[in-house]
């Protein structure tokens, strides 16, 4: 059993040797040409974008529909003017798929993709005074990630990926009764080719999503990262997922900045201890910022080679 294949074997709750680890090379991931870029650019969606920090994402700063009360004049971009490059072509034809799963990402989903359009305050205050308009334009940013993972599996990748962070570090940016409303059903619709087709859906969310990572489970999404340790009551999220949903990630990104090795091992041993059990667990850091001493990061991945056996 390969790490490809073990890592399969945990997310489906199946028989992996040891809880892989977010360092191991599983994943050839790409995306589109024209969703995204490590620049200053306008997207075609017309935000626009700036770099702040160096080697750090850029951020929507340009935000071309303020008010919903404009929707009937927005114009939603061409998802099939994405481009697949020779370069992506060439990558793909060359993976040994026995050894690595292919997967195409889409930065920027629905929750996010919205709000950058409008600006994030402009977006909140929106649900409450324009919730049919709000269910139109989310039902419109929904059918383009659809088309895009559609291609996607014309490709017959493994796996989509996406970002879509939704929570701050204390509690969902918008009610769970509210996400329940607006955002999951268009997830159901985004996701129904790719799941139909038994591929990975693997979701990205910052921030504290402990009070929805069972709805989530519950609409089919394979893999929840990053389970921020400070954001979320990470046994809850466990208990509620185990058997249905994977979980990747987990270990306090502080400790592994700001902790001796032993602080190191002793977090990765407590996050085993609950998210281990049942299986569907990868062990990775909660998130991925520069600057983690060498040294903390050696004894993460040997701690969890060490413990993570079943």
């Known amino acids: 059993m390969n790490a490809r294949d073990n890592f399969l074997a945990a997310i489906r709750f199946q028989s992996p040797r040891y809880v892989p680890l977010g360092n191991e090379p599983i994943y050839l991931s790409f995306q589109f040409e024209g969703n995204f870029r490590m620049a200053n650019w306008m997207d075609h969606w017309g935000v626009r974008w700036e770099v ?124 769970p009764a509210m996400f329940r409303e607006f955002i999951l059903p268009e997830y159901v619709y985004c996701f129904e080719n790719v799941l139909r087709a038994g591929k990975i859906v693997h979701f990205h969310s910052c921030g504290c999503v402990h009070a929805v990572a069972k709805d989530l489970a519950d609409i089919g999404v394979t893999i929840l990262n990053p389970i921020q340790a400070r954001a979320n009551n990470l046994d809850r999220i466990k208990r509620d997922t185990v058997g249905r949903m994977a979980l990747h990630g987990g270990i306090d990104t502080a400790i592994l900045a700001n902790g001796t090795p032993d602080d190191v091992r002793t977090e990765v041993m407590r996050m085993l201890d609950i998210l281990k059990p049942g299986g569907g667990y990868i062990c990775a850091p909660d998130q991925e910022i520069p600057g983690i001493p060498d040294k903390n990061l050696r004894m993460l991945w040997k701690t969890a080679r060490e413990c993570g056996r079943y």
């Open 52 to 175: 702040g920090l160096a080697d750090t994402v850029p951020f929507p700063k340009g935000n071309p529909l303020p008010s919903l009360d404009q929707l009937a004049d927005f114009c939603t971009p061409d998802p099939n003017a994405l481009v697949f490059t020779p370069e992506m072509r060439e990558a793909l034809k060359n993976t040994d798929r026995g050894e690595r799963l292919i997967k195409g990402e889409l930065i920027y989903l629905l929750f996010e993709r919205a709000w950058a359009i409008m600006g994030m305050e402009n977006f909140l205050m929106a649900f409450a005074t324009h919730p049919a308009e709000m269910h139109a334009f989310l039902h419109q940013i929904a059918h383009y990630a659809r088309v895009v993972f559609d291609r996607y599996l014309e490709l017959d990748v493994d796996a989509i990926g996406f970002s879509e962070d939704l929570g701050s570090q204390r509690a969902l940016m918008i009610s």
